[in-house]
């Protein structure tokens, strides 16, 4: 019995030894094989990351990534600062483009229908319409030198145009505005005054012309168509001979 009982003890442990033996060879194995899985898992997750993702596994891309995200942050901002800057450099000429647009629309628009090119569509002025031609002539018979004949068509044409375009820039203004006046004055005159007058005088010599008309046709025209009609018969003759005696 009891070479058995050591027996069954002595097969019991190496038993457990084979059982165990095997399963620390396992656990070993599966130790050395951990870091080539773990590089070939690292590899799939690097390649199997999309576009825009990071990988965090890597600390030298992430801080690749970020130089290059610090570039291109760099370079938004100053392609940033030179839209700004472009965009002020804009409002600036719109402003100023602006201001000019501004005064040359004003004058545009109370100049419409101003005909520059002939200033004188009426022919109020025709009589002063005289070129040099009109005032100035040589007949055939008495021809001066000619440089002398050009010269004064020169400073007759040049002393006239020249003199009143300073008499006009200087006097122009001011007479226009003293030419405005009166005659604003006259049409406030003729406006609130004379024609309100006349229109008072035309209806009270309305009715004084309808009584006239009617006291002569009752009382002076029945007389004047009798007297007509006494006289109606009467002839006259005109004798131009003369009578010898």
Known sequence: ????????????????????????????HEKAETPEKDVIEMKEKASTTSEGEKDDSNPEKIEEEKKDGDEE??????????????????????????????TQSCVQTFTVGLNVLDRDEK???????????????EPDVAHGFDPIWRSAFILFTGSRFWIYRLLSALL???LALIWGI??????????????????????????????????????????ANAVGGCFSNVKLTHNNQLQTV
Not at 3 to 8: I, L
Not at 12 to 20: D, F, G
Not at 123 to 137: P, Q
């Open 1 to 28: 019995m009891a070479e058995t009982k050591s027996a069954s003890r002595s097969g019991s442990k190496l038993n457990l030894n084979e059982s165990t033996m095997p399963l620390l060879d396992d656990e070993a």
């Open 73 to 102: 942050g760099g370079d938004k901002k100053k392609k940033k600062k030179e839209k700004k800057e472009k965009k002020e450099k804009k409002e600036k000429k719109e402003k100023t483009a602006s201001c000019h647009r501004r």
């Open 123 to 137: 022919h109020i002025n025709d009589t002063i319409n005289l070129n040099f031609e009109d005032v100035l002539a």
């Open 172 to 174: 122009a203004l001011p």
């Open 182 to 223: 009166t005659f604003s004055l006259i049409t406030f005159f003729s406006v609130w005054f004379a024609t309100p007058i006349l229109r008072i005088m035309d209806v009270f010599l309305f009715y004084i012309r309808r009584v006239w008309v009617a006291l002569v046709q009752t009382t002076l025209e029945p007389v």
